[in-house]
């Protein structure tokens, strides 16, 4: 009985303790602040009227019509010169983007950019990859958490997040099995092709030289292998009390490895923050889990 009442008012600790969200909103919010910052200077040749891919070519390749940065340019084009309105495009964006970390209004402030941060990325798809669309998961998940709840008069004591934790854990979950399983549809990550070539990419030596490797295909076969396994039974074994905490050294050592040898930063950083939200805050203060 004794436990039972343990376990329910641990149960509490963790699904009424707005940490995650807290963490969650900071972290994504410096995380797309830095990956804008990383383009500033390029900005105008890859999202604007001087881009090196026309916007026309972007959206016969999308086949839709958007709002695109292109637009908004051509808007504030109307009352501004070129350069100011790239200025006030840009400055907007870093604007909101300390919002959110800030917490001043960040579900509003989230919700504006991520209408600025798309039409970036309809302006530049070839240019886009994984990073980008899960910066525009994690500013929806700002606008649907309580991610103002530390600066309103609302009593946390007493608010069951348990629909946020478990969302985003239910996004995780999906995300890598089904990553997982495109991968074992082919033959290209048993047989350690896919990492062959990533590895074999022109910024792949930037930190660690791996040259030696070419001589040894088994460590390519070994570590394709590893990764289908930390996402095929991502689901099962990150939501086991015995395995959580090894899954989730697992698939954030996977990651981390991704930056140091793909320079992949801002989509690994926001899968490690995503890993981090769901199932670190709160499971690891109890010494038995």
């Not at 969650?24 to 040749?45: A, E, K, M, N, T």
């Not at 006030?88 to 964006?93: H, L, S």
Request: hydrophobic share 50%.
């Amino acid at each position: 009985m004794l436990d039972r009442v343990q376990e329910k008012l641990k149960l509490k600790e963790i699904f009424y303790n707005p940490e995650f969200i807290l963490f969650f909103r900071v972290s994504i919010g410096i995380v797309i602040l830095l990956h804008f910052i990383s383009y500033w200077q390029d900005f105008d040749v890859l999202y604007g009227n001087n881009s090196v891919i026309p916007i026309e070519l972007n959206r016969a390749y999308e086949g839709t019509k958007y709002i695109t940065t292109t637009d908004i340019l051509l808007f504030l084009e109307k009352y501004f010169t070129y350069n100011s309105s790239v200025l006030i495009f840009k400055g907007t964006f870093v604007a909101l983007c300390v919002c959110i970390i800030l917490g001043f209004y960040s579900r509003i402030s989230a919700l504006i950019l991520l209408f600025l941060q798309i039409s970036v990325v309809k302006s530049g798809i070839q240019f886009s990859y994984g990073a980008d669309y899960f910066e525009s998961m994690s500013l929806f998940y700002i606008i649907f958490f309580p991610s103002d709840i530390r600066f309103s008069q609302l009593n946390t004591k007493t608010r069951d997040f348990t629909i946020f934790k478990r969302t985003i854990q239910w996004h995780l979950s999906l995300s890598y099995f089904f990553s997982g399983f495109d991968k074992i549809l082919g033959f290209n990550w048993w047989n350690g092709e896919s990492i062959w070539k990533a590895s074999h990419l022109p910024n792949f030596t930037r930190y660690i030289e791996l040259n030696s490797l070419t001589d040894n295909p088994i460590v390519y076969i070994i570590l394709g292998w590893i990764t289908l396994i930390v996402e095929i039974f991502y689901p099962l074994f990150i939501n086991i009390d015995r395995t959580r905490k090894v899954w989730l050294f697992l698939t954030i050592g996977m990651h981390v490895g991704i930056i140091v040898l793909f320079n992949l930063y801002f989509f690994a950083s926001i899968m490690i923050i995503w890993n981090l939200t769901a199932y670190y805050f709160n499971y690891y203060d109890d010494e038995k889990v």
